[in-house]
């Protein structure tokens, strides 16, 4: 018989409080020094906030194009509180 191992049950941990925030201030580095997680959990969480209108906030933040409070809520307009 076969040593076939199936896949993982385990889930991904939620996307931590501010992580948005973080990723738009500080890029890759700031997230992987803050969390300490793998490349491929934070791809996760990443793709779980937004993944492609993500990069395109912290572009646009970036280039001084939108304040942080605008890019996060091109993102999600829930994480902007009034």
Do not use: H
């Not at 969390?35 to 993500?54: C, M, N, Q, T, V």
């Amino acid at each position: 018989m076969p040593d076939y191992r199936g896949p993982s049950t385990k889930g991904v941990p939620p996307v931590p409080p501010n992580f948005v925030a973080n990723f738009l201030t500080g890029g890759w580095r700031k997230i992987e020094r803050m969390y300490g997680a793998r490349d491929d959990r934070l791809l996760k969480w990443i793709e779980l906030s937004g993944g492609d209108a993500l990069y395109a906030a912290r572009r646009s933040y970036m280039r001084g194009q939108a304040s942080l409070q605008v890019a996060m809520a091109s993102v999600n307009p829930m994480a902007v509180a009034a």
